[in-house]
């Protein structure tokens, strides 16, 4: 089927949309980037996913959040991009910043998992062959390694760089002793760590309390968030029970006995704020993200256009009161 020509809006950047600073770089991002994990691959209809990440560059979101077995079956959501990057965006790529990850389980065999310099090294050369991009923006060291030596890990990074395959370097879910030999082995190479990606929402806020959140504003490292909405927890949907086609009667990544009478109360507790505020608990959730200074960006996903136009209604949401942030941090 013959895709439809695509024009950007004239006014994607007129519309609202913000933009922040990563760390201490020259790199702004929009406060919302959309993420790949889930509802791109190739057992979704390629015409929604089209048109959603279409929407989403005339919404002004610059920044698309990918990783190497995103998608069913793995490296699908890379493929879908790259198929809409080819037909539609490919006019328009100096516009876009691209990221991408590898760590995680992709292929067969000892070379296809965790941190090695030729699984990261494999696993970039077919990404980029995915999306039909010559580079990335950012490439990121998706999982820590305890078996591997961080040099070689670290090093892979920095000659994936040397070699023009990504701009940037991030890392995502390290250990803060960890991301502290990162931090310093990158720079001392000349290939300062853009970002680090983690996630960090009103029910989880791991990274604050492992003390990563300082760590990384001290050194100048920016920090990207995913699962601002904990994977639908923080939404009306689970307020009066499981419905039948939630992501935990699907069997996907949330279990049911997670749900525990306790989550619950505090799933309430925020949903009464929100109310509050004349806000749902989803956009209150975002907001709260988006309220953090060091925050350079929230990844979002979405399954409708709708869904994301939604979400960016948070990018506007009114300041939280110290009484309200009070209240908050209570629940």
Known sequence: MTEQPYTPSAGRYEGGMTYRRCGRSGVLLPSVSLGLWQNFGADRP??????????????????????????????????????VMKSALHPYRDELFIATKAGYDMWPGPYGNWGSRKYLTASLDQS????????????????????????ETLQALVDIVRRGK???????????????????????HDTPCL????????LDRAPEKSGMTSFLEEEGVGLTVFSPLAQ???????LDGIPADSRIRAGSHLDE??????LMRRIVRLNEVAAARGESLARMAVAWVLARRDVSSVIVGCSSSGQLDDT???????????AELELIDSI
Do not use: C, K
């Open 46 to 83: 390629y015409s929604r996913s089209r048109d959603m990440i279409l929407h989403a560059f005339d919404r002004g979101i610059v920044s698309f959040d990918l990783a190497n077995n995103y998608g069913v079956p793995y490296g699908s959501a890379e493929e879908t991009f790259g198929r």
């Open 166 to 188: 990504a701009l940037y370097v991030g890392i995502s879910r390290w250990p803060l002793e960890a991301m502290r030999t990162a931090v310093e082995y990158l720079r001392s």
């Open 257 to 262: 006995s997670a749900l525990t009478p306790e």
């Open 128 to 151: 980029l062959r995915r999306m039909n991009l010559d580079y990335v923006d950012l490439f990121y060291s998706h999982r820590y390694d305890p078996s591997t030596p961080l040099e």
């Open 195 to 202: 970002a680090f990606q983690d996630r960090l929402n009103l």
């Open 312 to 322: 960016l209604m948070a990018v506007g949401s009114m300041p939280f009161t110290a």
């Open 232 to 238: 639908g927890l923080l939404t009306s949907r689970y």
